[in-house]
């Protein structure tokens, strides 16, 4: 029987899931329902020091928005728990004493003071302070040392475990995205594995989770690549195979100049996180006598985003099908998905785009299904009007927030554009429109096609051009020249209203 792939999203609860973040878990949750796979969510929470208070609540509430659900974690349960390292610590503890027995780990007493006298004075040198197999014997740790005296320091003095970086070779690999990649181990450091706090650092952790948790892929952004070599290494040490790794391109600006962040987003009026995110302030700012207030970042969800459409737009950052299509829904791109496909070059967020995919996937949308998402964000519109009103405006929609604000006009009267109304009137349309009116009373029965009738014969009959009438008539009901369709317009706000208008503006 083939083996089940096994792929992971492992994020840090240091703040919220950032897109970049989400793409991640989106790209192995394809890849995983492509081949039958299982996905594991695992919270790296080993960093005890950065981590934010409900970032993990904000990581797990964004992925259930979008519609990634998981085989495995901390909330569903699994064979290969716990899913937050933070619980995982003897796990660590007894691989880690399993590289130091086999030579591939050691103690370090080094104080920092030390480490960073060495730093400065490589830099005055125009050199680079790497703690490896070049000075390692020179500084303070087990290497250098008998048992009985490190057993001795181990009781007595704070100290981290230190990865033996083999000297002077090369480490050869494979990235599905990237291809066989070379690193020359003469400038890795010997990486801590595990902290004086009695923690392992994500190196030791992810690599040993990978393992026993039977992870077959790993899926992460290229800022890892850097730590790919240490980690494969890693992986010999312990004679265990290591998975086959793909590093997805980083997310850039807009500009396509650096790395999006969550300021690029707030300066340029767009959201960088699925749910909204409140960052608190931080107390040395505070203390520091520095302007500082919490902030609050809008997330797609807010914005009136469709988690389909986001999902659509994210797979598209690095990855593409090939040909001319661009709507998919999730089942489809599940279909179309391989690794092969994403490409190395970074990927540039273009908000107008995923403005228009929105878009196309609002009009995707039956009208019940569509009332049903919106309601809840518009209650300021009534129940009872709120299925009329939307099939009016659907196919103008580009968001489903804050809609009532978008389309005032329909509810309350518009101001008047007195510029407009004469650019608009003529004596043929002026005599068009009074007689449409006075016929038209207060007959609430007409329906659209009636009412676009009467409309029509009255301009025939006062020689008026019929585009130039309904032209008049979306100036006096919408105030400006857009909106849907005149005729339309007229049926929702009802006759007696239409008449209220198109007699304000006639005089």
């Known amino acids: 029987m083939t083996k089940k792939n096994r792929l992971r999203f492992a994020p840090s609860p240091t703040g919220p899931l950032h897109i970049g973040g989400l793409r991640t878990a989106l790209f192995n949750y394809l890849f995983a329902k492509k081949t039958g796979g299982e996905l594991v969510l695992r919270v790296e929470d080993t960093d005890q020091a950065r981590k934010v208070e409900k970032s993990q609540e904000h990581i797990e509430n964004s992925l259930a928005w979008i519609g990634i659900d998981f085989d495995e974690s901390s909330k569903t349960g699994g ?102 990649i070379l ?35 790993v899926i992460r952004g290229e800022e890892w690549l850097p730590s790919l070599a240490l980690h494969v290494l890693l992986y010999r040490a312990f004679d265990w195979q290591e998975p086959k790794f793909a590093h997805l391109p980083l997310i ?24 909204e995110w409140e960052d608190a302030v931080n107390p040395r700012r505070e203390r520091l006598g520095e302007k500082a207030k919490d902030e609050i ?35 489809e791109l599940v279909n179309e998905f391989t690794l092969e496909k994403i490409n190395k070059s970074g990927a540039k967020f273009d908000p107008q785009k995923l403005l228009w995919i929105n878009s196309q996937h609002i009009q995707g949308l039956s009208t019940d299904k569509l009332c049903e998402v919106c309601e809840p964000k518009n209650k300021d519109i009534d129940k009872d009007v709120l299925k009329s009103f939307l099939t009016l405006v659907q196919p103008r929609l580009e968001t489903i927030n804050n809609l009532k604000e978008k389309f005032l006009y329909l509810f309350e009267r518009p101001a008047t554009d007195e510029g407009l109304i004469k650019k608009t009137i003529s004596e043929e349309v002026k005599q068009t429109v009074s007689a449409f009116v006075l016929k038209l009373g207060a007959d609430k029965s007409l329906g659209g096609q009636e009412i676009r009738k009467l409309l029509h014969d009255c301009a025939v009959q006062n020689s008026a051009k019929f585009g130039k009438v309904m032209g008049f008539c979306r100036a006096c ?7 849907p369709d005149v005729i339309e317009m007229m049926v929702f706000i009802g006759v007696e209203e239409t008449g209220h208008r198109l007699k304000k503006f006639l005089g």
């Open 79 to 180: 064979q290969f728990g716990p899913y937050n390292q933070s619980e995982r610590k003897d796990i660590y503890k007894k691989h880690v004493n399993v590289l130091i027995e086999k030579g591939w780990a050691y103690y370090a007493f080094d104080k920092k003071e030390t480490l960073d006298f060495h730093r400065l004075d490589h830099e005055k040198k125009g050199k680079k302070f790497i703690y490896n197999a070049h000075n390692r014997l020179k500084l303070d740790n087990s290497l250098s040392m008998d048992k009985k005296d490190v057993e001795e320091r181990i009781q007595k003095e704070g100290y981290v475990v230190r990865f033996k970086t083999p000297s002077e070779t090369n480490v050869v690999f494979n990235d599905i995205i990237r291809g066989e």
């Open 297 to 331: 970042y809008v997330g797609f969800k807010e914005a009136g985003y469709l988690p389909s459409a986001l999902i659509n737009y994210m797979v598209f950052l690095g990855w593409s099908p090939g040909g001319e299509r661009e709507i998919f829904s999730l089942d």
């Open 252 to 275: 850039l600006k807009p500009t396509g100049k650096g790395k999006l962040s969550k300021r690029d987003g707030a300066k340029l009026g767009f959201p960088v996180y699925a749910l």
């Open 183 to 217: 690193v020359g181990t003469r400038d890795i450091d010997d990486k801590i594995l595990f902290k004086s706090d009695g923690m392992p650092t994500y190196h030791l952790a992810n690599v040993v989770d990978d393992h026993l948790m039977e992870i077959t892929h």
């Open 477 to 483: 009901i919408v105030g400006k020249m857009e909106g």
